[in-house]
């Protein structure tokens, strides 16, 4: 009986543990070169997992995507969260006066606010609860997941400023550029 109950939590602890590693995929370890929209390459580090990534100089600076494609530096703003800056990212030996004024500015291997990692969890949880009741009537999730986003102003928040960290973290580029759009033609 107790040989049994041994092997039972070894198997159980096993399980866990291979669950868990499966389960965050963590990113390629190798530096990518990556082609900005004008045509420019730049060589990056891919960092996080399937859930949560981000790219970084090879000198350590966190890089984000802005609203044209192209690999920002990433800088935080008044309340704490990751955005891109307006400097596009460039290799170091590239890197022009200006550009490296800015970097002075910020600190290397910033990383996404507590508000912006919880906001990113509570999507992939929606995520999977749906797959996994579309798994538990045996049906495929085919297709892409349509979700309903409702924006609200507050008073002590800019809505502009939550419209862009939603965008960025929930919608492709093209979604969040209509989404923009729409919002700045409906409160004009």
Same mark, same amino acid.
């Given at each position: ?93 590239? #890197? ?5 004024? %800015?970097?002075?500015?910020? =600190?290397? &291997? $910033?990383?996404?606010?507590?508000? /912006? ?46 419209? #862009? ?5 929930? %919608?492709?580029?093209?979604? =969040?550029? &209509? $989404?923009?759009?729409?919002?700045? /033609?409906?409160?004009?």
């Amino acid at each position: 009986m107790k040989k049994r109950t041994i092997k039972s939590f070894i198997l159980l602890a096993f399980l866990l543990i291979s669950t868990t590693i499966l389960y965050a995929v963590p990113a390629y370890p190798n530096p990518v070169v990556v082609t900005q929209p004008d045509g420019k390459t730049l060589t990056v580090m891919i960092k996080g997992d399937e859930r949560i990534n981000w790219n970084e100089s090879m000198d350590g600076f966190t890089l984000l995507y802005d609203q044209a494609g192209y690999l920002t530096y990433a800088q935080l703003d008044e309340n704490g969260n990751l955005q891109p800056s307006n400097f596009i990212a460039t290799d170091i030996e590239e #890197r022009d006066i200006v550009i490296t004024s %800015f970097l002075n500015t910020i =600190e290397k &291997k $910033l990383f996404y606010s507590e508000a /912006q990692t919880q906001f990113m969890h509570q999507v992939w949880q929606i995520e999977d609860e749906i797959a996994e009741q579309h798994a538990l009537r045996g049906a495929a999730v085919i297709g892409e997941y349509k979700s309903l986003c409702a924006l609200v102003q507050f008073p002590e928040k800019l809505f502009i400023n939550a419209v #862009r960290a939603a965008g960025a973290l929930l %919608f492709d580029r093209e979604t =969040e550029q &209509k $989404l923009k759009k729409n919002i700045t /033609q409906n409160s004009q």
